[in-house]
Structure formats: structure tokens, C-alpha cells
């Protein structure tokens, strides 16, 4: 029995496997399904040259179903009928239904029946599905790593075997084959180790190219351990390459302050060490690399690509410029060291400079009568490039620094007369509005008819301010020229005198009567309102002279009735007592 809702939980679990979206596996199920159909229709045997039918599978999951329909084309004169259909035959097919020429129709296959499927649809069914999930799996690979060419990837091996290693990166597994392994290294399982990502397609069996052997994975091992590469400073102009035997890496630095070779070189070997110990470490031998300093002349640019040997001139023809070729001389003996250990040696120089080489020895050289340039008549035509192209930048960067600083001057022109002109045109408006300020004030409102409310406070305000006027006219200001502490010290002083020029005079106490005894508590409370009157706070001149003369008059009377007073009834009164 055909299970639909088990065949798709099995197709959606598959695809979860694989990175597959369940839209996606749903439609591979059905295209798997209209297929085996198509098979069905037509035994297997159509032939090439004819179209397949054309056909619909409706899969209905809650029901647990599947229906089968064949398309066909509305046809006065049919042809093929796996394709086509007569009027009248659709008419009685859908009776309800208006139909006319050139239409499709959609019709319902009754024969085939989902639970007596043969084994044949059901074999024709699995292949079909797995074809297309092969292929909804490359095209998943091919979204993910598609902008991951010519990157590092570190995996894991899973599985080695003698002509292919299987790497673990993430959710899909690659295959790294011997040939793009470094030499005669060898992995165990387990092993962690970086591939160079060299190409992803969706029609290669193996989607995803791996290699350690390329070019590219040399250059991303020289960004990760060369900071002056990785940021730009030192630029890999070129790299020639012959895994797990040696390399030849061209660079150039855009600071003259910085050495290019010795960079990357690094202090006795420790920089370029970091990078061959990551190439094949486990071989027998080791991939040796060579760091070429890349020169635009290309004579010096050969010299330097054919090291360790030493080259003493170079014979470039000139005369054909697309041939490039060039003849090298090198000192005696050192031929086999030019060439190379199977003309490894050579064979990169020419990858990497893009001329063909011919190697001669010095003294077979002179022999022949060749003429070439010698290494130090190269040396110095290059210091004499560089310390042109040197003044030439330095006056390129003085013309550049000298029109950005003008530049910069007019910027500042422009800003400043903007601000200038916006502080003339705020004093003008200010001007303006203080002018129509003072005109409004001056104007005499004049009255034709009722008072307004503004006028009327204007009035009000002018009277007030007359007033006020007047009242400061009317003051009179009473200057005093003595303070108050001295005039009471004056008086105290006065009062001492007076009191002593009394004790003088009286010789003996006056007795005094009953009678007398209210007359001077009268006369105390008098000269408390004299004292009264004499702490005032303020004193004119006029009223001091007053006060004096009241003073002296009062001095004057107590002095005459002392002089008339009888002291022998004041004897009697102190006999009596006696």
C-alpha cells in the first residue's frame, strides 16, 4: 500500500539531512511522482524525437491521496494523441463545461490506482527523486559557498582512503583527491586541516573543488601570517608553483620604506618558516619557497626569478616584442643550479616572468661573442628609474598638498564671507528695527475722537512722571554739620559743669517740707522731659543755640535762690536731730 503521509515525512526528513528546505523537497516529490507517471503512460519505450506527455499529481496530505491528470490540447485534426484531444471527446468528458479549440484540459486519470502502483512506478518514482535531490543539494551548496571561492575552509577527515581524503566543512562533506594534495603528505581521521576553496558548480559530481595544491592556497597562507600583505603594503604580484618541490613568490611594496623580500621573509626566516611548515609538514620533503622581488624592468625581474643561481647579464630581443624571450647568462658552474633539480628551477622562473629562458654559462657566452647588459649596468639604470620616479612623486605630492591647501583656503574665503555677510545683514536688521522702535515712540498720537486704551496709558504714565518731578523741586534737604554722639556728649559735658558750679555754691542742704516734696517730683519729672527734649535725633544749629540759652537762664535763677537761702535754720534742723 502506497502511504502518502510516510513517503513525505521520509522526504522531509531527508531534506533536513541535507540542508534542504521542505517547499523544495515537497516539489522534488512531486516531479519524482509526474515522473514515474510519464513512465507509466508510456511503457518506457518513447521514443526520443517525441515530446513527453504532459501531466499533473496532486498530492492531498490530510486525505492521504493521490490524483494523476493528463493535459491535453483541444484539436480539430489530432495527431498525437498522448498530447491531443478531439472536441467532441473533451465535450463528453466535461459535458458542463464550454469548451473550444486550442484549450487545455486537465483529465482525471481513473486507471491508475495508488494502492496497485507496480513495482515499476515505484522504482521509477525513487530514481527520479533521488536525481532531483542531487540536485536541489548542489544548488544548495552552490548558494552557500558560491562567494567562498578562493578562501581558506578548515574541515575535518573523515575518512582517508589511497586516492581521496573525505573532509567534514560544516554540513557537507568534499573529497580532496591525491592530485591536489601537497607531495606525499598523508591525514588521519580526526585531523583538522585547511583547503583552499577552488570552484563550486551544480553540474560537477563532486560540487565543491577542494586542493592545498593550487597557487591560491599559497597566497591566503601568506595573508594570514604577512600583516604587510594582508593590509596592503606588500602586493603578490605573481606565484609560480610546484607542490610539496618549490615556489616562486613575486612581491612589490607600495612603501619605499618597506622591503618587500625581507618582510616576508622576516628575521632569519621566521615569517616565510610559519608558512612552509603548513605545506605538506609531514612528507618527506618539504616545499621550498622562493620570495622574488618583482621589478617592471623585466631584465632585473628575471635575474632575480632565477635564484639561488647568480646571474652576471641578460639578452632580452627586443625586436620581437610578443615572442619574449631572453637569453641568461650565469657564472661558470652555476648552470645546474639555474636549471634546476629537473628543471624544476627554470620551468617557474618562465611561469612566473612569462618569458622563455635559454641558460648559458659566462665563459661559453663570451665565446660566442654574445652581447648582453651585465647585472651592475641594470643595477644602476634601476637607481637612476627610482630616484627619478622619487622626484617625481615628491613634486606630484607637493602639486597635490599645494592645491588642497588652496583649496582649503578658498573653503575658508567662502565660510568666512557667508559669515560676515550673515552678521552685515543681522546689524542691518537690528538697525531697522531699533529706527522703527524710535519712530513709533516720537509720533504725537492726536486725539479725534475717544481716547484709545494705549494713549490713555501714555498720559497716565507722563503725569505721574511730573509729578514726581515736582515733588523733588519741593524737597528741602536739612543738612546737620554735628552727629548725634556728639551732641549728647556735648551735653553730658555741660551737665557735669553745672552740677560741680552747684556743689560750689551751696554751702549747707536747704530743709526740706512736706509740702515741698510734690514740688519735686513735679521738678523730676520736669527734667525728664527736658532730658526727653534733649536726646532728639537730629538738631539744627538754631535750636542748639536755644537750648544753650535755656540752659543758662536756668543756671543763672537756681544760683539766685541758693545765695538767698538761710543756713542757720539748717543748723537748728541738724541740732534737733542731734
Known amino acids: 500500500m502506497f502511504n502518502v503521509k510516510k513517503l513525505i515525512s521520509a522526504a522531509e526528513e531527508l531534506g533536513a539531512a541535507k540542508n534542504i528546505e521542505q517547499s523544495t523537497i515537497r516539489d522534488i516529490t512531486v516531479q519524482a511522482l509526474e515522473r514515474a507517471y510519464i513512465r507509466i503512460l508510456t511503457g518506457g519505450n518513447q521514443p526520443d524525437d517525441l515530446p513527453d506527455p504532459k501531466v499533473k499529481v496532486v498530492l492531498d496530505e490530510e486525505k492521504g491521496t493521490v490524483d494523476f491528470y493528463q493535459i491535453k490540447t483541444i484539436k480539430k485534426d489530432v495527431e498525437d494523441d498522448m498530447l491531443e484531444i478531439d472536441l467532441e471527446d473533451a465535450q463528453e468528458i466535461f459535458p458542463k463545461k464550454k ?36 540536485d536541489a543539494e548542489k544548488a544548495v551548496l552552490y548558494d552557500t559557498y558560491k562567494d567562498h571561492i578562493g578562501e581558506i575552509v578548515i574541515g575535518t577527515v573523515e575518512k582517508v582512503e589511497d586516492r581521496a581524503v573525505t573532509v567534514n566543512i560544516g554540513k557537507n562533506n568534499v ?68 607542490a610539496g618541490k618549490r615556489s616562486k613568490v613575486a612581491v612589490y611594496s607600495n612603501d619605499p620604506d618597506v622591503d618587500a623580500t625581507g618582510s616576508c621573509i622576516g628575521k632569519d626566516g621566521s615569517r616565510i618558516n610559519k608558512v612552509v611548515n603548513q605545506l605538506g609538514g609531514n612528507g618527506r620533503d618539504k616545499e621550498k619557497i622562493d620570495i622574488v622581488a618583482w621589478n617592471e624592468d623585466p631584465s632585473l625581474y628575471i635575474i632575480d626569478a632565477l635564484r639561488p643561481a647568480e646571474v652576471v647579464g641578460i639578452n632580452i630581443d627586443q625586436d620581437d616584442e610578443e615572442a619574449k624571450e631572453a637569453t641568461c647568462i650565469v657564472k661558470d658552474g652555476q648552470y645546474s643550479k639555474a636549471i634546476g633539480l629537473r628543471g624544476v628551477n627554470v620551468r617557474l622562473a618562465v611561469q612566473l616572468t612569462g618569458y622563455d629562458l635559454t641558460i648559458l654559462e659566462e665563459t661559453p657566452a663570451k665565446e660566442e661573442g654574445l652581447k648582453y647588459t651585465t647585472k651592475e649596468e641594470l643595477d644602476a639604470k634601476d637607481a637612476e628609474r627610482k630616484e627619478a620616479k622619487r622626484k617625481s612623486d615628491f613634486a606630484k605630492h607637493s602639486l597635490e598638498y599645494k592645491a588642497e591647501k588652496e583649496k582649503e583656503a578658498e573653503l575658508k574665503k567662502v565660510a568666512d564671507n557667508a559669515t560676515a555677510s550673515k552678521e552685515e545683514a543681522k546689524v ?3 538697525a531697522a528695527k531699533k529706527a522703527k522702535k524710535t519712530e513709533s515712540e516720537e509720533v504725537t498720537p492726536v486725539a479725534t475722537g475717544p481716547v484709545s486704551s494705549l494713549e490713555e496709558e501714555l498720559a497716565k504714565a507722563k503725569a505721574a512722571a511730573t509729578r514726581a518731578q515736582k515733588r523733588a523741586e519741593e524737597h528741602v534737604e536739612i543738612k546737620t554739620t554735628t552727629n548725634i554722639l556728639d551732641l549728647e556728649k556735648q551735653l553730658e559735658k555741660e551737665k557735669e559743669e553745672e552740677a560741680k558750679k552747684s556743689e560750689k555754691k551751696t554751702r549747707r542742704p536747704r530743709k526740706i517740707t512736706e509740702s515741698e516734696v510734690p514740688n519735686e517730683e513735679k521738678k523730676d519729672k520736669t527734667d525728664e522731659k527736658k532730658e526727653e527734649v534733649k536726646k532728639m535725633d537730629i538738631y539744627t544749629e538754631e535750636e542748639l543755640r536755644e537750648i544753650e540759652a535755656e540752659e543758662n537762664e536756668n543756671a543763672e535763677e537756681n544760683f539766685d535762690e541758693e545765695d538767698d537761702v538761710d543756713y542757720d535754720e539748717f543748723d537748728e534742723y541738724y541740732d534737733e536731730e542731734k
Open 175 to 242: 573529497y580532496l583527491t591525491r592530485k591536489e594534495m601537497i607531495g606525499d603528505e598523508t591525514f588521519t581521521v580526526g585531523q583538522q586541516i585547511k583547503l583552499y576553496l577552488d570552484d563550486v558548480s551544480t553540474e560537477k559530481k563532486g560540487s565543491i573543488q577542494v586542493t592545498r595544491a593550487a597557487p591560491g592556497f599559497l597566497k591566503r597562507l601568506f595573508e594570514e601570517e604577512i600583516h604587510e600583505i594582508y593590509d596592503g603594503t606588500i602586493v603578490i604580484k605573481g606565484i609560480a608553483r610546484r
Open 428 to 430: 542691518k536688521r537690528a
Open 99 to 134: 469548451l473550444d479549440y486550442d484549450q487545455d484540459i486537465e483529465i482525471h486519470d481513473d486507471n491508475i490506482d495508488i494502492d496497485e502502483l507496480s513495482k515499476i512506478f515505484i522504482k521509477q518514482f525513487k530514481n527520479a527523486f533521488h536525481q532531483r535531490l542531487n
